[in-house]
């Protein structure tokens, strides 16, 4: 097992050298590869080869009893089609045996997406009499008003935001920056936050970061999911939040109000037109719902 070990180790130092992903998904590919060759090994298979097709198909087979749904198969295929590629790339073998297996037929899912009543209702939410009030408001307005990720949300950096302007800087999945506008609104709820609220969470601390919380720490995703749960349920809002769900209610408000794919998906950051796709059907159902209300036939 020591070579597929060096090939796997070698693979996930490919993946953060040359391809910048994130800890996250460094964190996933890493999981997914220890879970095969755990496989390979309690079938006593020493290494990977040309002719594993049969072998990968056997592993989904036992993934599947295992109770692992059809969207997590999919992943450990993803990344066992990427991790052979890499292999044939280096000329450790010679073709790629899992390009023939197809993924899990997973369906289509549209994203959580909240009404804009539904928004205005949770940015709304915070008591902004007080400084932790201010910064959640100021975070949860910049959420809906550039579409972040909360891991992008919580890494905002003081220098990264021009509230002049009304545009923030973000760097998103593999180190890639983008520039987003955030809407007059947002920016006035951050210019209020760094004035009058952000130098009291600080007390005598210095931190890079924009939103701040005991002792000039950053902001964690899980603390700011917190946060979402609570707002929500001030907010009287009896569906399932979550920060990605104003991300999707971004994307999906924009294309309902006119906005074009290709602008929207800059604005996401995402690397493939594809991946924004999914929106247009949560517009398409937008449109469908206005023709048979206000249609006479």
Not at 167 to 179: D, H
Not at 241 to 256: G, I, K, M, Y
Request: with cysteine.
């Amino acid at each position: 097992m020591d070579k597929l070990d060096d090939y796997i180790d070698q693979y996930l130092n490919y993946l953060l050298i040359e391809k910048g992903l994130s800890k996250n998904t460094m964190a996933a590919y890493s999981s997914d590869l220890s879970a095969y060759a755990d496989f390979l090994k309690s079938n006593r298979i020493d290494c990977v080869s040309e002719d594993d097709m049969a072998v990968v198909l056997k592993y989904l087979i036992d993934l599947r009893g295992s109770g692992l749904g059809k969207r997590s198969r999919a992943r450990h295929l993803v990344t066992l089609r990427g991790f052979y590629k890499y292999l044939v790339q280096e000329r450790f073998l010679k073709q790629n045996p899992v390009n023939i297996v197809d993924l899990p037929k997973i369906g289509f899912r549209l994203p959580d997406v909240l009404t804009v009543e539904e928004v205005i209702a949770l940015l709304d939410a915070p008591d902004i009499t007080n400084p932790r009030g201010k910064r959640d408001s100021a975070m949860l307005e910049l959420l809906y008003a550039a579409g972040l990720r909360v891991s992008e949300l919580v890494n905002v950096a003081v220098q990264d935001v021009n509230t002049e302007v009304s545009f923030i800087r973000v760097f998103g999945k593999g180190a890639k920056e983008r520039l987003i506008p955030t809407g007059r609104m947002a920016a006035d709820k951050l210019d209020d936050y760094m004035k009058t609220a952000r130098p009291l969470l600080l007390k005598d601390h210095v931190s890079r970061f924009l939103f701040v919380a005991w002792r000039g720490q950053p902001m964690t995703r899980q603390g700011f999911w917190k946060l979402i749960k609570k707002y929500a349920r001030a907010a009287g809002l009896d569906k399932r939040v979550t920060p990605h769900s104003l991300r999707h209610s971004f994307a999906s408000h924009l294309l309902e109000g006119g906005a074009d794919l290709r602008s929207v998906q800059m604005m996401l950051g995402h690397t493939d037109i594809s991946t924004t796709q999914i929106y247009t059907h949560v517009a398409y159902g937008h449109l469908k719902e206005v023709h048979s209300r206000f249609h006479p036939r």
